[in-house]
């Protein structure tokens, strides 16, 4: 089965830079996803890490270790539509189908 | 324009009644997903379906049935057995291995 914690909520001011953890245990890894939900609406796909190391997408980084469980979601200049829920899920690889299993979710909060 | 069309956006279902919600993608993506989602909470998966004629237990499908009759269409039905069924409900679709992408969702209450 599958464990993944994330923070529940963060607060980070506009400009700012925020990291959003996300730990997991797996009984068999095939790649961390980051999605993006704003509220009532639903989540988008923001990055994928399968090797170890960091992938860079603009404003938004993402980075796995995969001998620590470990993930993170980098937001640099953070802005005001950047308030959103931020959801990290793994893959299962011993299983068919492609199946995610989701965190709860990191609510991010931007301030002016 | 492809892409993931859920419908309706809103519904509600009376006490002791089935309710289906529909999903549609034009991506010609072989595999799709139903998850929900409860307020605050991460997504859980319902059921899923690799191809056309087949699909598969999620973590949650208790009170819930699908069918997968077309490679286009997966529908869910919300059936009177799940008694706690108000949840946004998300429907994903994806090559098979590949980034799953969402529908807008239904939001589903009990009368």
């Known amino acids: 089965g599958q464990n993944i914690d994330q923070p529940t909520e963060m607060t980070a001011t506009e400009g700012a830079i925020v990291q959003i953890n996300c730990t997991y245990q797996?009984?068999?890894?095939?790649?961390l996803f980051w999605y993006q939900q704003h509220a009532g609406e639903a989540p988008t796909f923001l990055s994928y890490n399968v090797l170890d190391g960091l992938e860079e997408k603009g404003r938004f980084s993402s980075f796995l270790s995969r001998s620590k469980g470990y993930s993170y979601l980098l937001l640099k200049e953070l802005q005001m539509k950047d308030s959103a829920s931020y959801l990290c899920?793994?893959?299962?690889?011993?299983?068919?189908?492609?199946?995610?299993?989701f965190g709860g979710g990191t609510r991010v909060l931007v301030k002016p | 324009d492809g892409g993931i069309t859920q419908s309706p956006k809103y519904l509600f279902r009376k006490e002791g009644q089935n309710v289906t919600l529909s999903c549609e993608q034009n991506l010609n993506h072989d595999a799709m997903y139903w998850y929900r989602q409860d307020p605050g909470q991460g997504l859980r998966l319902i059921y899923y379906?690799?191809?056309?004629?087949?699909?598969q237990k999620g973590d949650i499908a208790e009170g819930y049935s699908v069918s997968r009759e077309k490679k286009e269409s997966f529908p869910l039905t919300v059936t009177s057995a799940q008694k706690n069924p108000t949840a946004f409900y998300l429907c994903?679709?994806?090559?098979?291995?590949?980034?799953?992408?969402f529908g807008a969702g239904t939001r589903l209450s009990v009368l």
């Open positions: 797996t009984s068999g890894f095939n790649g």
């Open positions: 994903a679709s994806s090559l098979t291995g590949d980034i799953q992408y």
């Open positions: 899920a793994v893959r299962d690889g011993a299983s068919a189908g492609n199946k995610l299993t």
């Open positions: 379906s690799q191809i056309v004629n087949d699909f």
